[in-house]
């Protein structure tokens, strides 16, 4: 099911958009909770990205509900920086298309990016453990989806952990990503849909980086 905001109706062309959407990442998060389903059952937030988190903090705060991040790496060829899919810290994985590895080097790329999220999320947990999120609705949050890699990765980290329903929620997305996503999830949350996306950074008026220490601030924050 796709959930929409009172900014869209669903798929939005994008020159029919303002190039800029939100002021930041904060009022992205203000305008997704209120587009959030509800009834959630113990809800968690989990923000899938750095920047995911600082939006997921918006959520979390209009759900009263706890904060925290599962980092996912990307899955690339060697010496590219073009992602061919992502992996998540444990096993989950979502590999788009090989393009053209051999089935060993595959595995090679796959536990390169395993190991540098399970390392990202050792370090962002280091002053507390993360979250149990088994027997909760979790509420997975991204700046964007694009091709739904990285969301996929997420998505099935989730289901390994024993939550009892998923809901995604994004600002904005492509609509290709979405289809991609919306099977594997219960609920899916989007304000704005586009045939083609491009940065997600024109669609901000402010989207600075975010390193480790912004992260374990904000779930600070919210403890």
């Given at each position: 099911m796709t959930t929409v905001g009172p900014e869209t109706s669903g798929f939005m062309p994008a020159h029919l958009a303002e190039?800029?959407?939100?002021?930041?990442?904060a009022e992205a998060g203000r305008a997704l909770a209120h587009a959030l389903p509800v009834g959630l059952s113990?809800?968690?937030?989990?923000g899938v990205t750095?920047?995911?988190?600082?939006?997921?903090?918006?959520l979390a705060t209009a759900l009263r509900a706890p904060l925290d991040v599962v980092l996912v790496s990307p899955i690339r060829r060697p010496a590219?920086?073009?992602?061919?899919?992502?992996?998540?810290?444990?096993d989950a994985v979502h590999v788009l298309e090989p393009h053209g590895l051999?089935?060993?080097?595959?595995?090679?790329?796959?536990?390169?990016?395993h190991r540098e999220a399970k390392q990202v999320d050792a370090r962002l947990h280091e002053r507390r453990p993360p979250l149990h999120v088994d027997g909760r609705d979790l509420v997975l949050v991204d700046e964007a989806i694009t091709t739904g890699s990285t969301m996929l990765?997420?998505?099935r980290w989730a289901r390994?952990?024993?939550?009892?329903?998923?809901?995604?929620?994004?600002?904005?997305?492509?609509?290709?990503?979405?289809?991609?996503?919306?099977p594997e999830v219960d609920e899916l949350v989007c304000?704005?849909?586009f045939e083609f996306l491009g940065s997600r950074a024109i669609w901000f008026g402010e989207l600075p980086p975010l390193a480790d220490e912004d992260v374990r601030r904000l779930l600070e924050e919210e403890r």
């Open positions: 190039s800029i959407l939100f002021d930041d990442r113990s809800p968690a937030v989990i750095r920047g995911g988190v600082e939006i997921g903090a918006e590219e920086l073009h992602a061919i899919g992502a992996a998540a810290p444990g051999s089935a060993a080097q595959l595995v090679v790329a796959t536990a390169r990016a990765a997420a998505t390994d952990h024993g939550v009892r329903r998923v809901v995604v929620a994004v600002p904005v997305a492509a609509s290709a990503g979405l289809e991609v996503v919306r304000l704005y849909e």
